[in-house]
């Protein structure tokens, strides 16, 4: 339902836009509840403020990315983490050892 006139926005539109709506909430859950469990940061400054949004951006767009790599493989979300510092860890060794 919409108080919008069919000459702004035809039935296509508004579903899209409610889809969109959902992911931005299921985004939101992820990143303070879900996978990343970001923490409340409480900040002072504008740049604080700025510094959290996008480092929670940024984490997000990263679980997004490799979320879209694992599901051809059918990799969930915490295998993909753990075979992600798996690797990192085995690249590491090797690296300094």
């Not at 469990?37 to 997000?60: K, M, Y």
């Not at 879209?68 to 690296?95: T, V, Y």
């Amino acid at each position: 339902m919409s108080d919008l006139t069919t000459t702004k926005a035809d039935a296509q539109t508004l579903h899209d836009r409610y889809k969109d709506l959902s992911k931005v909430e299921s985004d939101f859950r992820t990143l303070k509840h879900g996978h990343l469990e970001i923490r409340p940061w409480h900040v002072r400054s504008e740049d604080n403020t700025r510094a959290h949004a996008f480092t929670a951006i940024l984490a997000l767009k990263i679980r997004r990315r490799l979320q879209q790599a694992w599901e051809p493989l059918n990799i969930g979300a915490s295998s993909g983490r753990r075979c992600f510092w798996l690797i990192l860890l085995i690249r590491l060794q090797f690296r300094v050892g």
